[in-house]
């Protein structure tokens, strides 16, 4: 996503900047409503193309997708090939500059180079966790530093998991369902997985 915020930056058009803060592609993004730094792929959506099962072609404007707080309603079989987003013209010097804030911001609070899937767990909209954030709920119920295997909560964000070498899959996975336990007998909250798990857990 960081590529079509510099693409739109050097068509000079503005409003795409939050994409810089997005780790992934825009198919991903359209997956799961992919948002940061106040905005989300729905507020500058205006069509996206997909292609069922079937091999049929679908356009769909940005209202028939069902897009919620990373959640989109389409079929998770449907695979998006394309996308039209909303912008509008801009200084390129004030485009960079807003990336290269966003990009510092991620620099000093994120765990961006290590190897990680991205943020976790969605931020719960539970209202018993009074506005808190999924990464301080994870913080609050001692998980900072946590490691599963191969696999950590990373010291620097704790609603990233990183490969803290040689992790596997499950080593991550059983990691994220350990801090989604100790989550819920620490505050109540059931945490959401944010990351789109794939494939069948290995036979024991």
């Given at each position: 996503?960081?590529?079509?915020?510099?693409?739109?930056?050097?068509?000079?058009?503005?409003?795409?900047?939050?994409?810089?803060?997005?780790?992934?592609?825009?198919?991903?993004?359209?997956?799961?409503?992919?948002?940061?730094?106040?905005?989300?792929?729905?507020?500058?959506?205006?069509?996206?193309?997909?292609?069922?099962?079937?091999?049929?072609?679908?356009?769909?404007?940005?209202?028939?997708?069902?897009?919620?707080?990373?959640?989109?309603?389409?079929?998770?079989?449907?695979?998006?090939?394309?996308?039209?987003?909303?912008?509008?013209?801009?200084?390129?010097?004030?485009?960079?500059?807003?990336?290269?804030?966003?990009?510092?911001?991620?620099?000093?609070?994120?765990?961006?180079?290590?190897?990680?899937?991205?943020?976790?767990?969605?931020?719960?909209?539970?209202?018993?966790?009074?506005?808190?954030?999924?990464?301080?709920?994870?913080?609050?119920?001692?998980?900072?530093?946590?490691?599963?295997g191969g696999a950590q909560v990373s010291?620097?964000?704790?609603?990233?998991?990183?490969?803290?070498?040689?992790?596997?899959?499950?080593?991550l996975e059983g990691l994220g369902e350990?801090?989604?336990?100790?989550?819920?007998?620490?505050?109540?909250?059931?945490?959401?997985?944010?990351?789109?798990?794939?494939?069948?857990?290995?036979?024991?």
């Open positions: 996503d960081l590529n079509v915020a510099l693409f739109a930056r050097d068509a000079g058009l503005a409003g795409l900047e939050f994409l810089s803060g997005i780790p992934g592609t825009i198919g991903g993004a359209l997956r799961m409503n992919a948002g940061a730094y106040g905005r989300e792929l729905s507020d500058v959506l205006l069509d996206a193309e997909a292609i069922d099962p079937a091999g049929a072609r679908r356009v769909l404007p940005a209202r028939e997708r069902g897009l919620s707080y990373r959640h989109c309603a389409l079929p998770e079989a449907w695979i998006f090939t394309a996308a039209r987003l909303r912008a509008e013209p801009g200084a390129p010097a004030a485009i960079q500059s807003r990336i290269a804030e966003i990009q510092a911001a991620r620099e000093s609070s994120q765990p961006i180079r290590t190897r990680t899937g991205g943020s976790a767990f969605a931020n719960p909209t539970d209202p018993r966790a009074g506005g808190r954030k999924a990464w301080e709920l994870i913080d609050l119920a001692g998980c900072r530093g946590l490691r599963h010291e620097k964000h704790c609603n990233f998991l990183i490969n803290a070498g040689g992790a596997t899959a499950a080593d350990e801090v989604r336990k100790r989550v819920f007998q620490q505050s109540g909250i059931t945490l959401e997985w944010e990351i789109m798990r794939v494939g069948e857990p290995a036979a024991e």
